[in-house]
């Protein structure tokens, strides 16, 4: 134990670990905050690098971009309705709404110290309960990804903003554009029209900026003369009631977040969208309506995608297999560094478990500090006039999407989609169901397949599996229990309209 | 030129996005080559055959990183940056079955400072499945052949863990046990249709986009068995969780000789995918000689070797005529199987 604490402490006390994850925080912050530059290519980018590095150098570098990066993608959606990232998305649909109020110092002070809180529990679970959680992400079945993709899905209901018909419209063409490419069980090609360009799919980072971000500003633009919004900046850090009112919710997200981390193939995206549905759905009186600037909806998802870090590192630890992208980057670092990710790991290498454990504490100490300072700045950026906003935003739309893969293609579908974005919201339409369609429909097609193929293609025997498993019967009921709410809720509505 | 860039130890590599900062924000370098390329024309031939790369080297990588094809690149590019006298800079262009990585690459200047780093399924599956495909082999000059890589069979607790026994298990419940590739026209896919047409097996395939939801699926018992790179197989292995019962090389691995290959209980039955750089056809063979001395001898570094081989993978070598002649070999294995397989990308 007296080795763990040494391992845990070690890039604490050596100056150059700590300058490391200092400098990979701080980096992490700018990189996730700029849309299109993601956590996956900034640790792919750096592992080059550190490529003749020792590998605790290495690690601590990483850990610190990471743990930046998932928090820097808030900043650009409360100020500037463009996430910075995909986990940031359901951060936009009420830090966004916050800024317009003149809030946005609060927004992103609380995103912070909710980011920096959902950190700790990913460590903690990390630290204390890895072996735990990873069984846990073991037994979760095709089908339940299936249950937790229309458990996202379900969100369309918040965001359809004035019609739910409008809503799922949107939703639906989500999944169709999600789908497009080379089916991935099959390689037939979807929705390709014959042309190899479409072959990879549609890249959904591009059609994400150019949905929150281009067709914002082309909205702004509609009213160049409108005044800019005075942001309040007397109170950055949260107040401690506000912090007290919302730690359950904080809690309760970062516990979706961890667990949804740690299980393959879905990251801090897919955490933040849940936990964001499920304070939608637990949350009895918010501070705001969610969807126009409720505190709740910028606690819930910030908490759960820095959760989402701690339990992303934990199959990767464990078993060697990757809980997201970045993570998958690297294993493959490890492996250049002649380490073998995998349980062996823990038992030969136990230095190296606490070794991560400590750095991405300090790496949350750190995202706290550069967190908070510099918030005053930003939004100034919020109170820029429209006139030079709206290009400011399209500038930076373009750039961000080129850096994605240095593909002017990108920068076609990432406009194109900005336009088409404008004229939904021109006519009513939110762009916000389109997205989610596009994140979560390929996820709901694989798994869905891939439970049928495991129920031998018989839907009773499908339907049967639900009771096989404590985790798919929990799933499924809060599932149904969600649509329950839902019907409920719209007819009792129906009756007596709630002002 | 000289080797006068050598005196500079260069930066060993840097990722995919090597075309942003330095290249765009300074063309200076590029212009500063252009002179260099004149004085190249004037001297005598015996000078231009020690060609020598002007400027950082890219290598497309048409994975995303993180995967074999990515370490193995990354450990190469290393080791060639100081031989090259330039850096080497990995280029990671993944999607579609690495159609987009490779059609860059076939498109790109014929000059020495593009490669791409090849699997099987860019130039052994793709051309033989692939109807629209946006490049031929053709468009290629071999560099070299850098490794090859046999799959291998890993299957969950409860499942016959002997070769032998887990093809009569498999046998003995037609269409019932589950395995996992990575898509319908995957090199493993293709692989374990190889298998499943020689043995007579009924399996029923599941494919996945990606290791990380197979190996999942495997470790949890969802899925009987996957037929996987030895990077993966090892993986899971070492949780303990899951067993490897045999490969598809033409012999043992050195360093698992007591994990036996189909070729020994069936003969003949081999199935891997590989490893290449391959450079855009017409780039100067001084270029194409310069690069293959470069790899090889970064392939045949025993660290390197060591490191490919802890995932399964062996390290190879050659002159491009031998992977050439490689090339041709594989495609001719390939061919008959996937004409009767009807898949086409």
Same mark, same amino acid.
């Given at each position: 134990?007296?080795?763990?604490?040494?391992?845990?402490?070690? !890039?604490?006390?050596?100056?150059?670990?700590?300058?490391?994850?200092?400098?990979?925080?701080?980096?992490?912050?700018?990189?996730?905050?700029?849309?299109?530059?993601?956590?996956?290519?900034?640790?792919?980018?750096?592992?080059?690098?550190?490529?003749?590095?020792?590998? +605790?150098?290495?690690?601590?570098?990483?850990?610190?971009?990471?743990?930046?990066?998932?928090?820097?993608?808030?900043?650009?959606?409360?100020?500037?309705?463009?996430?910075?990232?995909?986990?940031?998305?359901?951060?936009?649909?009420?830090?966004?709404?916050?800024?317009?109020?003149?809030?946005?110092?609060?927004?992103?002070?609380?995103?912070?110290?909710?980011?920096?809180?959902?950190?700790?529990?990913?460590?903690?679970?990390?630290?204390?309960?890895?072996?735990?959680?990873?069984?846990?992400?073991?037994?979760?079945?095709?089908?339940?990804?299936?249950?937790?993709?229309?458990?996202?899905?379900?969100?369309?209901?918040?965001?359809?903003?004035? !019609?739910?018909?409008?809503?799922?419209?949107?939703?639906?063409?989500?999944?169709?554009?999600?789908?497009?490419?080379?089916?991935?069980?099959?390689?037939?090609?979807?929705?390709?029209?014959?042309?190899?360009?479409?072959?990879?799919?549609?890249?959904?980072?591009?059609?994400?900026?150019?949905?929150?971000?281009?067709?914002?500003?082309?909205?702004?633009?509609?009213?160049?003369?409108?005044?800019?919004?005075?942001?309040?900046?007397?109170?950055?850090?949260?107040?401690?009631?506000?912090?007290?009112?919302?730690?359950?919710?904080?809690?309760?997200?970062?516990?979706?977040?961890?667990?949804?981390?740690?299980?393959?193939?879905?990251?801090?995206?897919?955490?933040?969208?849940?936990?964001?549905?499920?304070?939608?759905?637990?949350?009895? +009186?918010?501070?705001?309506?969610?969807?126009?600037?409720?505190?709740?909806?910028?606690?819930?998802?910030?908490?759960? +995608?820095?959760?989402?870090?701690?339990?992303?590192?934990?199959?990767?630890?464990?078993?060697?297999?990757?809980?997201?992208?970045?993570?998958?980057?690297?294993?493959?670092?490890?492996?250049?560094?002649?380490?073998?990710?995998?349980?062996?790991?823990?038992?030969?290498?136990?230095?190296?478990?606490?070794?991560?454990?400590?750095?991405?504490?300090?790496?949350?100490?750190?995202?706290?500090?550069?967190?908070?300072?510099?918030?005053?700045?930003?939004?100034?950026?919020?109170?820029?006039?429209?006139?030079?906003?709206?290009?400011?935003?399209?500038?930076?739309?373009?750039?961000?999407?080129?850096?994605?893969? +240095?593909?002017?293609?990108?920068?076609?579908?990432?406009?194109?989609?900005?336009?088409?974005?404008?004229?939904?919201?021109?006519?009513?339409?939110?762009?916000?169901?389109?997205?989610?369609?596009?994140?979560?429909?390929?996820?709901?097609?694989?798994?869905?397949?891939?439970?049928?193929? !495991?129920?031998?293609?018989?839907?009773?025997?499908?339907?049967?599996?639900?009771?096989?498993?404590?985790?798919?019967?929990?799933?499924?009921?809060?599932?149904?229990?969600?649509?329950?709410?839902?019907?409920?809720?719209?007819?009792?509505?129906?009756?007596?309209?709630?002002? | 030129?000289?080797?006068?860039?050598?005196?500079?130890?260069? &930066?060993?590599?840097?990722?995919?996005?090597?075309?942003?900062?330095?290249?765009?924000?300074?063309?200076?370098?590029?212009?500063?080559?252009?002179?260099?390329?004149?004085?190249?024309?004037?001297?005598?031939?015996?000078?231009?055959?020690?060609?020598?790369?002007?400027?950082?080297?890219?290598?497309?990588?048409?994975?995303?990183?993180?995967?074999?094809?990515?370490?193995?690149?990354?450990?190469?590019?290393?080791?060639?940056?100081?031989?090259?006298?330039?850096?080497?800079?990995?280029?990671?262009?993944?999607?579609?079955?690495?159609?987009?990585?490779?059609?860059?690459?076939?498109?790109?200047?014929?000059?020495?400072?593009?490669?791409?780093?090849?699997?099987?399924?860019?130039?052994?599956?793709?051309?033989?499945?692939?109807?629209?495909?946006?490049?031929?082999?053709?468009?290629?000059?071999?560099?070299?052949?850098?490794?090859?890589?046999?799959?291998?069979?890993?299957?969950?607790?409860?499942?016959?863990?002997?070769?032998?026994?887990?093809?009569?298990?498999? &046998?003995?419940?037609?269409?019932?046990?589950?395995?996992?590739?990575?898509?319908?026209?995957?090199?493993?896919?293709?692989?374990?249709?190889?298998?499943?047409?020689?043995?007579?097996?009924?399996?029923? $395939?599941?494919?996945?986009?990606?290791?990380?939801?197979?190996?999942?699926?495997?470790?949890?018992?969802?899925? $009987?068995?996957?037929?996987?790179?030895?990077?993966?197989?090892?993986?899971?292995?070492?949780?303990?969780?899951?067993?490897?019962?045999?490969?598809?090389?033409?012999?043992?691995?050195?360093?698992?000789?007591?994990?036996?290959?189909?070729?020994?209980?069936?003969?003949?039955?081999?199935?891997?995918?590989?490893?290449?750089?391959?450079?855009?056809?017409?780039?100067?063979?001084?270029?194409?000689?310069?690069?293959?001395?470069?790899?090889?001898?970064?392939?045949?570094?025993?660290?390197?070797?060591? &490191?490919?081989?802890?995932?399964?993978?062996?390290?190879?070598?050659?002159?491009?005529?031998?992977?050439?002649?490689?090339?041709?070999?594989?495609?001719?294995?390939?061919?008959?199987?996937?004409?009767?397989?009807?898949?086409?990308?």
């Amino acid at each position: 134990m007296p080795d763990a604490i040494g391992y845990f402490l070690l !890039s604490w006390i050596d100056p150059s670990l700590l300058a490391l994850t200092a400098l990979g925080t701080f980096a992490g912050i700018y990189i996730g905050a700029i849309p299109g530059l993601s956590v996956t290519m900034a640790v792919a980018i750096l592992i080059s690098f550190t490529f003749t590095w020792d590998v +605790n150098p290495a690690l601590a570098l990483i850990a610190g971009v990471y743990t930046g990066g998932v928090y820097g993608g808030s900043r650009s959606a409360v100020l500037l309705n463009i996430p910075g990232a995909p986990a940031a998305i359901a951060t936009a649909l009420d830090g966004y709404p916050m800024a317009q109020r003149g809030e946005a110092g609060r927004a992103i002070g609380l995103a912070t110290v909710m980011s920096v809180i959902g950190g700790f529990v990913g460590i903690l679970a990390l630290a204390l309960a890895a072996p735990a959680i990873s069984d846990i992400a073991l037994a979760v079945a095709p089908r339940d990804y299936l249950v937790l993709a229309l458990l996202g899905l379900l969100l369309v209901g918040s965001l359809s903003g004035e !019609s739910l018909a409008k809503g799922i419209f949107c939703g639906a063409l989500g999944v169709v554009l999600g789908l497009v490419g080379l089916d991935q069980m099959t390689a037939e090609p979807r929705f390709t029209f014959g042309t190899t360009a479409l072959l990879g799919g549609i890249p959904y980072v591009a059609a994400m900026i150019g949905f929150f971000g281009v067709s914002e500003a082309l909205v702004q633009l509609r009213r160049p003369d409108l005044p800019p919004i005075r942001q309040k900046v007397d109170r950055i850090v949260p107040p401690w009631g506000a912090l007290r009112r919302h730690l359950p919710l904080t809690l309760r997200s970062s516990a979706i977040g961890v667990v949804v981390g740690a299980l393959p193939g879905t990251g801090g995206d897919i955490a933040a969208l849940l936990a964001y549905d499920a304070a939608r759905r637990s949350v009895k +009186n918010p501070t705001h309506p969610f969807g126009q600037g409720a505190e709740e909806g910028v606690v819930a998802p910030e908490s759960a +995608n820095n959760a989402a870090v701690g339990g992303a590192y934990i199959p990767m630890l464990t078993l060697g297999i990757p809980g997201d992208a970045v993570t998958a980057v690297i294993i493959g670092a490890l492996f250049i560094h002649g380490l073998k990710p995998g349980p062996m790991l823990m038992i030969e290498t136990p230095h190296l478990f606490w070794f991560t454990v400590g750095n991405l504490a300090l790496a949350n100490i750190f995202l706290l500090v550069f967190g908070l300072t510099g918030i005053r700045l930003f939004t100034r950026l919020a109170e820029a006039p429209r006139a030079l906003l709206a290009p400011l935003i399209l500038v930076l739309s373009v750039v961000g999407t080129y850096a994605i893969q +240095n593909s002017a293609t990108d920068v076609l579908w990432m406009l194109g989609f900005g336009i088409f974005g404008y004229f939904l919201k021109l006519y009513g339409f939110e762009v916000g169901p389109v997205v989610l369609g596009m994140i979560l429909g390929p996820l709901m097609d694989a798994s869905y397949r891939r439970a049928m193929i !495991s129920a031998a293609d018989d839907p009773a025997e499908f339907l049967m599996g639900f009771g096989g498993s404590w985790i798919s019967a929990g799933l499924a009921a809060v599932l149904v229990a969600a649509l329950a709410q839902a019907t409920w809720r719209a007819w009792r509505g129906r009756r007596a309209p709630v002002p | 030129m000289s080797d006068a860039p050598l005196a500079r130890r260069p &930066r060993p590599v840097a990722g995919s996005l090597q075309r942003t900062p330095e290249e765009t924000v300074r063309p200076v370098l590029s212009r500063r080559a252009l002179p260099a390329l004149g004085l190249a024309a004037a001297l005598p031939a015996p000078a231009l055959a020690q060609w020598n790369p002007s400027r950082p080297v890219t290598i497309v990588v048409p994975f995303p990183p993180g995967g074999s094809t990515d370490v193995t690149a990354r450990l190469m590019a290393e080791k060639m940056a100081p031989l090259l006298g330039q850096n080497v800079v990995i280029d990671n262009k993944p999607g579609a079955q690495t159609v987009i990585g490779a059609e860059a690459v076939a498109r790109a200047a014929p000059d020495g400072h593009t490669m791409l780093m090849s699997s099987g399924t860019t130039l052994t599956i793709n051309p033989l499945i692939g109807r629209n495909l946006p490049y031929r082999p053709a468009d290629f000059a071999p560099v070299l052949h850098v490794a090859t890589l046999p799959f291998c069979i890993a299957v969950r607790p409860g499942i016959p863990n002997t070769l032998e026994g887990f093809v009569a298990h498999v &046998r003995a419940n037609p269409g019932k046990v589950t395995w996992g590739h990575n898509g319908r026209g995957s090199f493993n896919h293709i692989a374990g249709a190889l298998i499943a047409e020689r043995l007579n097996l009924d399996w029923q $395939d599941v494919g996945y986009r990606g290791d990380a939801h197979q190996m999942n699926d495997l470790l949890a018992g969802t899925l $009987d068995s996957i037929l996987v790179g030895g990077a993966t197989g090892l993986q899971v292995a070492r949780s303990g969780r899951a067993k490897i019962i045999g490969w598809t090389g033409e012999s043992r691995l050195p360093n698992l000789p007591d994990q036996p290959v189909f070729h020994e209980i069936w003969p003949g039955l081999v199935a891997i995918t590989w490893f290449g750089l391959l450079a855009p056809a017409r780039t100067p063979p001084a270029a194409v000689a310069r690069l293959n001395a470069a790899a090889a001898a970064a392939a045949a570094d025993p660290t390197l070797r060591e &490191r490919l081989l802890d995932q399964g993978i062996l390290a190879a070598g050659g002159t491009p005529a031998d992977f050439q002649a490689f090339l041709a070999r594989e495609a001719e294995r390939w061919a008959p199987l996937l004409r009767r397989l009807d898949i086409t990308l």
